[in-house]
């Protein structure tokens, strides 16, 4: 078992920056690659970023790339979106999701490949 907690969400103008983490628990953090999704209202969830095992590995989708930053630190089982540039189309339910499949170095952006969920985070960007 895996527990994970988002938090940092918030209300933002367009243009401005948050930081969500996610703090993990259960099982030993560097045995998972950690990924980010969203999820707008009346839409799919859609993949965000990852991070691989060890954080030597990132994969963006091409909405957020060179704006969203993820990163880990694996000493205090943490996992961390960094946002900046912040778009009205960002607005979305973000959530953090563990993936205990492939190998070191795997990063994958399927949602039916992660085994573990949080709640989730609101985001609303005004514009």
């Known amino acids: 078992q895996v527990q994970l907690v988002e938090s940092g969400g918030g209300l933002v103008q367009a243009g401005g920056s948050l930081r969500l983490s996610c703090a993990a628990s259960?099982?030993?953090?560097?045995?998972?690659?950690m990924g980010w999704f969203r999820q707008a209202p009346g839409m799919e969830r859609e993949f965000v970023a990852v991070?691989?095992?060890?954080?030597?590995?990132?994969y963006y989708a091409d909405s957020v790339k060179g704006r969203f930053t993820i990163s880990r630190d694996n000493a205090k089982n943490m996992v961390y979106l960094q946002m900046n540039s912040l778009k009205p189309e960002d607005t979305a339910v973000y959530s953090c999701?563990?993936?205990?499949?492939?190998?070191?170095?795997?990063?994958?952006?399927?949602?039916?490949?992660?085994?573990?969920w949080g709640q989730g985070t609101q985001v609303t960007v005004s514009s």
């Open positions: 991070i691989s095992r060890s954080g030597s590995s990132t």
């Open positions: 999701a563990a993936d205990f499949g492939g190998s070191e170095a795997t990063v994958r952006s399927t949602t039916r490949k992660y085994d573990y």
């Open positions: 259960g099982r030993t953090f560097s045995s998972y690659s």
